[in-house]
């Protein structure tokens, strides 16, 4: 695996650096305009009345394909990661440097918030939806769900356009992000809501304790991940784990685990 590195400034002030994060402050841009948008447009249509089945699925389908198309624009010279859980895997992975890591997240946070306030211009000052428990899911059905779907999409997308090994996959990549992100809201989205990526969240949340607790959890999760493949190889206790999945599986499991410790972002932020 290749090792962690800090990165040089000159490296990441070069010309290719900074289309990179224009790249990802763009499909960060256009996934949380058109997701968010999706929402909004749904309440303007319906007079704020509750989500319908029909209404979720309409949601959840802007969601998949607003996905699809930011990974796909970003993917030739970004990675096209749009999620800050993934740049910093990558990170921790060795596959970019720290330095850049920290440049991508400013450029997907800067990306989310303009979103967010382009919605509010806009749609003339239409509220920014939020995430809330629904009625009879208890805080704890709630983090359980968030960390099923969580997974699910984290692991997506480190088997499919992060792992060495899976070869060329072409387009299925993205595709396969963005219907992992529409099926985890089809069936999240009537109990906790549904979500996974923090900034998109961060954008449109007013308390920074919130976001330090997000970034926190996500340095917990990929730091504990590394040290339990280090100590304890997934692959000497679990052999039909195939040993070059066990970073997917270590870094999506306790970027879940933590980053869903804090019940406040399991019912907040909208991916």
């Known amino acids: 695996m290749p090792a962690i590195a800090f990165g040089r400034f000159d490296d990441s002030f070069s010309l290719g650096s900074f289309k990179a994060y224009l790249a990802e402050?763009?499909?960060?841009?256009?996934?949380v305009f058109a997701g968010v948008g999706s929402a909004i447009a749904y309440n303007k249509l319906t007079s704020n009345a509750?989500?319908?089945?029909?209404?979720?699925?309409a949601v959840a389908i802007c969601h998949g394909f607003a996905l699809f198309v930011a990974v796909s624009v970003g993917a030739n010279i970004s990675g096209g990661h749009v999620?800050?859980?993934?740049?910093?895997?990558?990170?921790?992975?060795?596959?970019?440097?720290?330095?850049t890591g920290i440049f991508y997240w400013i450029a997907q946070l800067v990306g989310s918030i303009v979103a967010c306030y382009l919605l509010k211009v806009v749609t003339g000052g239409l509220a920014i939806p939020t995430h809330g428990l629904a009625a009879g899911v208890g805080a704890v059905e709630g983090v359980v769900m968030e960390i099923i779907i969580t997974f699910a999409?984290?692991?997506?997308?480190?088997?499919?356009?992060?792992?060495?090994?899976?070869?060329?996959?072409?387009?299925?990549?993205?595709?396969?992000?963005?219907?992992?992100?529409?099926?985890?809201?089809?069936?999240?989205?009537?109990?906790?809501?549904?979500?996974?990526?923090?900034?998109s969240a961060v954008a449109w949340l007013d308390s920074s304790t919130e976001m330090c607790s997000c970034t926190i959890n996500i340095l917990l999760s990929q730091t504990?991940?590394?040290?339990?493949?280090?100590?304890?190889?997934?692959?000497?206790?679990?052999?039909?784990?195939?040993?070059?999945?066990?970073?997917?599986?270590?870094?999506?499991f306790f970027f879940t685990f933590f980053f869903f410790e804090t019940p406040s972002f399991a019912v907040h932020f909208d991916l």
């Open 25 to 31: 402050f763009i499909s960060t841009l256009l996934f």
């Open 50 to 57: 509750a989500l319908d089945p029909a209404g979720l699925v």
């Open 83 to 99: 999620n800050p859980a993934v740049t910093f895997g990558l990170a921790v992975g060795g596959q970019i440097t720290i330095l």
């Open 153 to 199: 999409l984290v692991y997506t997308v480190y088997a499919t356009a992060v792992d060495p090994k899976k070869g060329s996959l072409g387009t299925i990549a993205p595709i396969a992000i963005g219907f992992i992100v529409g099926a985890n809201i089809l069936a999240a989205g009537p109990f906790s809501g549904g979500s996974m990526n923090p900034w």
């Open 224 to 252: 504990i991940s590394k040290l339990v493949e280090f100590l304890c190889p997934i692959e000497a206790h679990f052999p039909f784990v195939i040993k070059e999945g066990k970073s997917n599986f270590c870094s999506s």
